[in-house]
């Protein structure tokens, strides 16, 4: 029996399981992972907390080798559906709150690109803050997004890209916003780890949003001034 067979998650201290919990999420162990999270909110933490502390900690340390080289996207892949499990417990915990519908979002990741972690993760944390979120899914050309929006009627047309590569694809999105003369019905919030600030405002969103909890913040503050300004008009 190998030394890894010999831990028992829940005999570990917190620090020592989040410790675990990178290695497990490395390893790509989905059931340690959603074993992890469940003895962390035995514990009393919060769902946002075992997300950002252990899930997110664990994929950054994961995003490191694959960028250095050391590990390849099937380990990655396995990493991510790792992720996912934990996500899929902490998901229903996140919404939660009861909050009243304060908001519609439709939310994508961009045409060319698949990545869909942190734009799940937003979108989870949107709902728990009390919005009504549209997920598109991965891979979204232009019509995807705005077809919806009109359609349901969206506040918010929120968009992620991963990748160099698949960015500067927001900024047809908003582009064709503009050609169509309907720009300003939405308020566009933008994120993904290769973004900024300068860029966001670079192709006219309304706001880059850093990570997930940022984008409720901002997408909170823009609402309640685009009900401020209906009731002024
Ligand atoms: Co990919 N990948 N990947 N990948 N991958 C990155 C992005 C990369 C940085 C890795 C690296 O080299 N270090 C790199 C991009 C380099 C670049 O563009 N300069 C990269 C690459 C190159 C690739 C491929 C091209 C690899 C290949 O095939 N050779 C390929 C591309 C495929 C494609 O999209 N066409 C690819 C594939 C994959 C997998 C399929 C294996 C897998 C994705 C699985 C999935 O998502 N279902 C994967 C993963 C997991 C990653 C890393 C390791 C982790 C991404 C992640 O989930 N992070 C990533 C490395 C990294 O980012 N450090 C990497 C955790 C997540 C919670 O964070 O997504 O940043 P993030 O979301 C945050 C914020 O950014 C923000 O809030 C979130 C929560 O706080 N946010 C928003 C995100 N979207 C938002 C939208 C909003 C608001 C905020 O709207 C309002």
Redesign the pocket.
């Known amino acids: 029996m190998s030394e890894e067979d010999d831990i028992i998650l829940s005999e570990l201290d917190d620090d020592e399981l989040v410790q675990q919990m990178f290695d497990d999420l490395y390893d790509g162990l989905k059931e340690e992972i959603q074993e992890g999270v469940n003895i962390l909110l035995g514990r009393g933490w919060q769902p946002y907390e075992v997300l950002t502390k252990a899930l ?1 900690g664990g ?2 340390i ?2 490191k080798d ?2 250095d080289g050391i590990l390849f ?1 099937p380990e ?2 396995l ?2 559906n790792a992720m996912k499990g934990g996500m899929a417990i902490l998901k229903p915990l996140l919404a939660e709150t009861g909050a009243p519908t304060i908001g519609k979002m439709v ?1 994508g990741t961009v045409k ?8 799940n ?2 979108g989870m944390m949107m709902e728990g803050a009390g919005f009504e979120v549209l997920d598109l899914g991965i891979n979204n050309p232009v019509e995807n997004y705005l077809d919806t929006a009109e359609r349901e009627g969206a506040d918010i047309v ?3 890209a ?5 960015m500067p694809y927001m900024k047809v999105v908003i582009d064709t916003m503009i050609e169509r003369g309907i720009r300003d019905n939405y308020i566009v ?6 973004l900024n600030e300068e860029f966001g405002k670079a192709i006219g969103a309304d706001a880059y ?4 909890a940022v ?1 409720v913040e901002t997408a909170k503050e823009y609402v309640a001034r685009k009900h401020n300004r209906a009731k002024a008009g």
């Open positions: 997110v994929m950054t994961v995003g694959f960028r996207v990655v892949l990493a991510a939310i060319g690109d698949i990545h869909d972690i942190g734009k993760l937003v929120g968009m992620s991963l990748l160099t590569t698949t919030l933008v994120g993904g780890a290769p949003c850093r990570d997930a984008a």
